[in-house]
Structure formats: C-alpha cells, structure tokens
C-alpha cells in the first residue's frame, strides 16, 4: 500500500518562505510523476508543479520562478521549496503521485500567508 506523508504547512509572513516535504512509503514500481496541487477555499484544486520521472518539471503561472520542486531519493521525499509568498498562496496543498495507471494523494497540508 503506498502512502503519501505530507508536512511543512503553516503560518507564513508575506514575503516569506517554506518548504512541503512528501514521503512516499510502500512498495511501489515505478514512478510516472509525481507533484502538487492546491486548492483555496471555494475554489478548484489547481496544479502547482509536478515532475516526471525521465522528463521534466513544470510549474504554475503563479509559482514560477519563486518554487522548487527536487526529489529527495535517499529520503524517498519530494520536496516543494516556497519564497515570497503572497496571500494568494494561501491553501491546502496535495501531494500526488502516477504510477501504474494510479493517482495516490496525501491527506494536505494547510499554507495560510498572513502577517
């Protein structure tokens, strides 16, 4: 059974920076990709980046050139690397990951961005 173990969420300062770390547990055979999504009250879940496993990465309007996306393969961990966060950026976020014709998701960790 593969799990998704999100943490990293909280109470950030606009301006401000934090990194979401998604451990993959269980066994699994091979990774398609794998990446985030959030979703803002009332609103729908959105892509935020995701890579694939011999391709590349890519990443929203609205996060580029302020996130990185890396995968930790010692730690078995993908992680999203935030700066200067905007209210905006406020949501629950969702780690997923594709393999084997399968969507796995964490259970999302909460971003608020306020002073």
């Known amino acids: 059974q593969v799990q998704l173990q999100e943490s990293g969420g909280g109470l950030v300062q606009p301006g401000g920076s934090l990194r979401l770390s998604c451990t993959v547990s269980?066994?699994?055979?091979?990774?398609?990709?794998m990446g985030w999504y959030r979703q803002a009250p009332g609103k729908q879940r959105d892509l935020v980046a995701s890579t694939a496993w011999g391709g590349g990465t890519q990443y929203a309007d609205s996060v580029k050139g302020r996130s990185t996306l890396t995968f930790d393969n010692a730690q078995n961990t993908l992680l999203l690397q935030m700066s200067s966060l905007k209210r905006e950026d406020t949501a629950v976020y969702y780690c997923?990951?594709?393999?084997?014709?399968?969507?796995?998701w964490g259970q999302g960790t909460q971003v608020t961005v306020s002073a």
């Open positions: 269980g066994s699994i055979a091979s990774i398609n990709n």
């Open positions: 997923y990951l594709y393999a084997v014709r399968r969507h796995y």
